[in-house]
């Protein structure tokens, strides 16, 4: 990674206060396969 050789993909920065958001969307993605995500999703203090 400090390489740079390696990239995250890194689909949305969200604050910690929207974690249940996060949640829905990454099930949605993933149990549903609605396919609403091309990466991680990080949540912010």
Do not use: F, W, Y
């Amino acid at each position: 990674m400090a390489s740079g050789k390696l990239k995250a993909r890194i689909d949305r920065v969200l604050p910690l206060s929207q974690t249940a958001d996060a949640h829905r969307l990454q099930e949605a993605s993933t149990i549903q396969n609605t396919g609403a995500l091309a990466g991680k999703i990080v949540l912010k203090p």
